[in-house]
């Protein structure tokens, strides 16, 4: 450019200047193996009992080191999706609902079943020390968060929103702002496994929907009778069965 020309601006250059990109989340490698391997697995291409190829085989598909192949699997088999056989390789062992991929991307998918191993301690102490030390104004919001979900129920469509409100009343009377502020950390993630699993609950049977607010109605039942022990139970449970219905059919009822 020479002496005292005028810089040329993006959009004098013919660039549009409403053009917004927002770039994606990054994956890690091992998600994104977990979530083809898991396409796989929902689509039918790989059922229960079948054996995935060797270790070997995976990298050389999918132009992966062997580590990141490791962390996919051991992904996979702690989600029970695959059970690993001693001496005789890796199988399917469950098969999410079909309709899964119209509500997931899967390899996000390994990160919300991933934050259920943080959420389920996390929850399952938060319920018991609710049931040992909320107020009676802590608990009526608890119940009338519950109440939400009851009157969801009744019009059969179970929010995420209400859902989310119930589990952050009972951390907010566990009586320690830690439990309040790691779930806000991790809220995006709730967030995602929530909505699918809810869309899982919304187009499945009546009993299902039915089940999801049974096991809410006895996690406040405990802490409304303050039994602690109970509450930390239920809330186990819970979580555990919400994370059964995203990866296993079978639990489609």
Do not use: W
């Not at 179970?158 to 951390?171: L, R």
């Not at 995602?192 to 187009?203: E, P, W």
């Amino acid at each position: 450019m020479g002496k005292g020309s005028a810089q040329t601006t993006p959009a004098e250059e013919g660039a549009s200047p409403g053009l917004v990109l927002v770039p994606g989340r990054r994956q890690l490698l091992s998600d994104q193996l977990y979530g083809q391997i898991l396409d796989q697995i929902v689509s039918g291409r790989l059922n229960e009992g079948d054996r995935l190829p060797p270790e070997k085989d995976i990298c050389e598909m999918f132009g992966v080191s062997r580590p990141v192949v490791r962390d996919a699997l051991l992904q996979l088999r702690a989600d029970g999706l695959v059970q690993a056989r001693q001496g005789s390789g890796t199988y399917v062992l469950r098969r999410p609902a079909d309709r899964l991929k119209s509500f997931a991307n899967s390899a996000e998918l390994a990160v919300f079943l991933r934050c259920l191993e943080v959420r389920m301690p996390l929850e399952a102490t938060a319920a018991k020390l609710a049931a040992e030390r909320r107020t009676a104004a802590q608990l009526d919001r608890i119940e009338t968060a519950h109440d939400q979900l009851r009157k969801d129920v009744e019009t059969g469509h179970i929010t995420t929103a209400n859902d989310i409100t119930f589990h952050a009343s009972i951390a907010a009377a566990a009586g320690n702002e830690f439990f309040t502020q790691v779930l806000q950390h991790i809220h995006g993630s709730i967030t995602g496994f929530m909505d699918v699993s809810l869309n899982l609950t919304r187009t499945g049977s009546r009993e299902r929907i039915q089940q999801v607010l049974n096991e809410h109605t006895i996690i406040l039942e405990a802490i409304q009778s303050q039994e602690a022990e109970a509450a930390e139970v239920a809330m186990r449970f819970h979580i555990g069965q919400s994370q059964r219905r995203v990866i296993d059919r079978n639990q489609d009822t």
